[in-house]
């Protein structure tokens, strides 16, 4: 799984106009559809890509390098689809026969669902459903409710589920007005009183799967923190690239005083080299999870999902901080909104006030 240079230069083109218009393009959204990228982890007997999960990974972080917000809503989307190896699957099969398939949505459970014996009724509001103007079906997590009182479940937890809803069903706020992943268009959306079949209602458990593949037994939350995670690395890979070429620019200055440029090309390759550190500790948990499912070890140890919970928050930390501290570097130019530099720092803050991995 990789980004060929045709696909490279398609992304550069188009990042502007996604920008401008805060969503993506007709143009984007056709490469996606010719490469499958919304399919990346959806099996391949329903028409997807079913890659290696750590194929899948280093995808997403060389996506991001090369657009943060195309990359953010890919990983999403993606992520969403994943969601068809946890349905039921002659209704999965249905849904995949369109090629230009899209789910997202929002994993908050602010919304209600009653059962009324055929359906579910279902009210609520969400927010941050990336890729709302181009989603066929939006995914959203409901609180059961028995009359007027929340099910509770054997330890007296609300009962959560996730629905699949069709988007003519659905009424899109358009609130994404932010400063970066602007191309992402993760809008709010509400539904009222819409009847649900109880197909169309599913669980992200391991042991709730539908099919086979063991990329569904890694838990989803494991799943979307390491997801996320390589979308923050692969921006702050492109954020110290840009940085160290105005570096060699500085040093091109006959004005620029040499000790003190010195000593900033050492702190950047130091770094850049606990970054590379950090990324390949995360990526060997990842390695450790995927041979450990392979090998039909259902049961991931939970030390090893709690040290990918722990590292990928400290490191997106990490990343929020050392971006502040490179930022000055990167002088006036980091400050134009145009400029390659201002575009990932955006998008860089703009994704770190995700709630997943923001502590």
Known sequence: MFL???????IKDLQAEGIKQKQLSKEHLELI???????????????GLEVDFLD???????????????AWTVTLCAGANMFAGFLDQ????????????????????????K?????????????????APHLNYFTLNAEIWEGEKAKL?????????????????????????TFGLEC???????????????NFSFELKPETKTVSSPLFEIPFMCFAELTLAM????????????????????????????KRIGDTFMFLDQLISEHKERTNLLIEFASDIWEQVKSNQVKIEDSLLSKVAEKARDHVKWIRMKTAELLPIGGISAAQKEEQLNIVLRNLLTASQHSLLNR
Request: hydrophobic share 35%; proline share 3%; charged share 25%.
């Open 153 to 177: 479940d054997d330890n007296g937890e609300k009962i959560i589920r996730s629905f699949l809803v069709p988007k003519d069903q659905v009424l899109v706020h358009y609130d994404w007005d």
């Open 90 to 113: 002659e209704l999965a099969t249905q849904i995949w026969q369109n090629p230009k398939i899209c789910l997202g949505g929002s994993g908050a459970a602010s919304g209600k669902a």
């Open 231 to 258: 979308n923050y690395i692969g921006m702050f890979d492109r954020f110290c690239d840009l940085i160290h070429r105005k570096l060699f620019q500085k040093a091109g200055n006959p004005n620029t005083e040499e």
């Open 115 to 131: 059962w009324d014996g055929e359906n579910y009724e279902i009210s609520g509001f969400w927010k941050y459903a990336t890729g």
């Open 56 to 70: 899948g990974l280093y995808f997403i972080k060389d996506l991001a390098y090369e657009d943060g917000g195309l």
């Open 184 to 198: 992402t268009a993760s809008h709010s959306f509400s539904v009222d009183r819409i009847k649900v079949p109880q």
């Open 33 to 47: 559809y010719t490469e499958n990228w919304f399919n990346l982890w959806v099996p391949k007997n329903l028409n």
């Open 4 to 10: 060929s240079e045709k696909n490279i230069q398609t």
